[in-house]
């Protein structure tokens, strides 16, 4: 596909350099003609040279962008894999650069057709940069930085060697995010924390006589017989977490991010990743060479003098045991009798009272356990999710079932181009700002080990903690592996209860290929769920159908059904149109009619009667003053106005609803008219 010249014309109104890639798969800049690119480097193409270049009759499939200063402080990291990415995700995840990242990529994030970008601004930037690299030295993390040139989004066709695209899944090129230098040293550390080659380790000053390199000696002796924590800790690094063989450190004075990593590759080496230290980077150190650096300014021959004083250097002795991690240590008889009476419950105290709370949604959600709804692809799922998590967080009732108001955190894995759009909707109809609504706009990763529990953890940065939280779509947000096996699906329903407690975790997930009355995935899935609500709209033209199909203490609800009503918001998009969404209100029962849309001989509610005679007032005051010959029409949004008899929005929404569906009136682009009999 031929790049448009209306999205050069956006990049370069955001102010980048733009330079078009050559089409033969070398990833390189090329200008159409001849000529040199590195002009580029230090001042911008003027839109009639992009025009030039542009045109249809070179029919390029490219966009190139110059890094640096000439794009304003523009910086990429580079992921060659894919694998690459969901790791750096993974990592995220565990030592708490996460919201950095879900920032970042929100602003704007890109696939490339074998890996991903992830682009920022930052008032300090660098040249080309290798942050990460496999085994045998080559780089699968670099950096694009001052003077670098990388290929973003629409590329496609011959421009990269596989043929691939490079998809934009988030953001704009207008909303690149600036971060702080301190921020992109974390994403640095994070990267360099992944690298797969082992540098040297240290061995410069640290003289063999002194460091003990016979048996008995010091040095030898503190070697082998300290830990990296000894090391460390009383210094102010913590740990943050292991894998396998490695783990990972974090400097002092800091809250996020990782800083240094032991044990890699079967080495007994600190690899440490920032400047911020005494350590220099990129070389590996010995514990007795972080001691000595630590302690005493790298004084070799006075950390050996101090380490034997405390009696290294003698023969070994007998190691205390480690005792294992999940294996508590012994406690006080009284409180071993404590934690007994807390682990044996006799059954008169464990049904003396009902529990505290029993539902989130009467009848519809439970208070906690796991839950789904699934249905097919645009079917309203999100519309119907996002309608219960605002119910609940402004503490509304929700289709005349009683809500628990409580925290919500919806985790948005995918969707988010049109989510911030549905959520403005919902706001703006019921009149209504759930303060206790709160969204994720990246994935958990459920499959990803301790992914899941990390994000957890954070959970106490909210105000309070949810009882509530959303994953849209559970696809979005499983990880690694494959939702049909059975072990991988064990994997991400531990993640979903390490992520959840004494509340609900409800997943969106999507219909099955053949059989739309299941979901996918798994048997095992519908096994784990405590409550199950299926999406459904059995006629294109008709109402949405919410159903249980599972309830685990409850009674199953009556059926649901739904209409997605346009809303029309006070926005306008990039190129100055209106942007409008749309939001859930309550329908009719479609077995509730007769053939050609009336009702069964079922009288009119008196609300219903109401509003149908306030409309019938309202078109005689207008057909008076159109005059004859005139069209006479009310306006939707007076008639709702002028319903003072229902204070809630969303049932005028309903009551409309109802009178078309008898075929009594009639709403079209924001007007509502009178269906003569």
């Known amino acids: 596909m031929m790049i448009p010249f209306s999205i050069v014309k956006q990049a370069h109104d955001a102010g980048l350099s733009i330079v078009p890639p050559a089409q033969d798969g070398s990833k390189r800049p090329m200008i159409p003609g001849g000529g040199g690119w590195k002009i580029y480097q230090q001042q911008r193409a003027g839109v009639a040279l992009l025009k030039q270049w542009y045109d249809e009759k070179n029919n390029l499939t490219g966009l190139g962008l110059v890094c640096g200063k000439v794009s304003g402080g523009i910086e990429c990291l580079d992921f060659d894999t894919r694998e690459a990415w969901d790791e750096f995700w993974q990592m995220a995840e565990y030592c708490g650069v996460a919201p950095l990242l879900g920032r970042v990529w929100a602003g704007y994030g890109e696939l490339s057709p074998r890996g991903a970008h992830l682009i920022y601004r930052c008032a300090e930037i660098a040249g080309n940069t290798k942050l990460a690299r496999n085994t045998d030295g080559k780089a699968f993390i670099e950096t694009r930085g001052e003077g670098g040139f990388v290929i973003i989004a629409p590329s496609n066709g011959t421009v990269h060697p596989t043929g691939g695209e490079y998809r934009r899944v988030s953001g704009a090129i207008a909303t690149i995010v600036t971060i702080t230098p301190e921020e992109r040293k974390d994403l640095w550390e994070l990267a360099k924390s992944m690298s797969l080659f082992v540098p040297p380790a240290s061995t410069a000053t640290e003289s063999e006589s002194v460091a003990g390199a016979g048996n008995g000696k010091p040095g030898d002796d503190f070697n082998r017989r300290a830990s990296w924590g000894d090391v460390l800790e009383p210094h102010g690094w913590k740990k943050i977490l292991t894998r396998g063989d490695t783990t990972y450190w974090r400097r002092p004075e800091k809250n996020e991010g990782i800083s240094a990593t032991t044990g890699y590759a079967g080495t007994d080496y600190l690899y440490v990743f920032t400047t911020s230290t005494g350590f220099d980077s990129e070389r590996g150190y010995s514990k007795f060479s972080a001691y000595a650096l630590l302690n005493h300014r790298g004084d070799f021959k006075t950390a050996t003098r101090e380490l034997g004083k405390h009696g290294y250097g003698e023969s070994p002795r007998k190691a205390t045991p480690t005792p294992l991690i999940n294996e508590p240590a012994a406690a006080a008889p009284e409180k071993q009798a404590e934690s007994a009476s807390a682990e044996f419950i006799a059954l008169a105290d464990f049904i003396a009272a009902p529990p505290a709370s029993t539902y989130l949604i009467k009848r519809v959600l439970p208070a906690q356990g796991l839950g789904q709804v699934f249905g097919s692809s645009n079917v309203g799922k999100s519309f119907f999710l996002i309608d219960m998590a605002c119910h609940i967080a402004a503490g509304m009732d929700w289709c005349g079932h009683k809500t628990r108001r409580c925290t919500v955190l919806y985790i948005a894995a995918e969707g988010l181009a049109g989510l911030a759009g549905r959520m403005k909707a919902w706001t703006q109809r019921h009149g209504v700002l759930p303060d206790r609504l709160f969204i994720r706009p990246f994935p958990v990763g459920l499959t990803s080990e301790g992914a899941a529990a990390a994000l957890a953890g954070r959970l106490t940065a909210l105000p309070e903690l949810p009882r509530l939280i959303i994953l849209d779509t559970l696809a979005a947000n499983f990880g690694p592996g494959n939702e049909n ?80 009503d346009r809303e029309d918001l006070p926005w306008a998009d990039e190129d100055g149109e209106p942007v409008n969404s749309a939001v859930l209100v309550p329908a009719a029962r479609p077995d509730a009619f007769e053939e050609g849309g009336r009702e069964a001989m079922a009288p009119l509610g008196g609300k219903q009667a109401q509003a149908l005679q306030l409309l019938k007032d309202m078109y005689a005051t207008q057909a008076a003053n159109v005059g004859p010959g005139g069209v006479a029409r009310v306006r939707l949004r007076d008639w709702y106005e002028a319903m003072d008899f229902e204070t809630h929005r969303a049932h005028r929404s309903r009551i409309r609803t109802d009178l078309e569906r008898r075929g009594l009136i009639n709403s079209v682009d924001s007007f509502v008219y009178l269906v003569e009999k």
């Open 485 to 564: 096996d059975a072990k991988d699906m064990g994997i991400a329903l531990d993640g979903l209860r390490a992520l959840g407690g004494k509340w609900l975790v409800l997943c969106a997930h999507h219909s099955g290929h053949s059989d739309k009355t299941r979901s996918r995935g798994h048997s095992s899935l519908y096994a784990a769920l405590d409550v199950e609500l299926q999406v459904n709209r059995p006629d294109p033209r008709g109402p949405i159908e919410v159903t249980h199909t599972k309830c685990r203490d409850m009674d199953r609800m009556e059926p649901l059904f739904f209409n997605l």
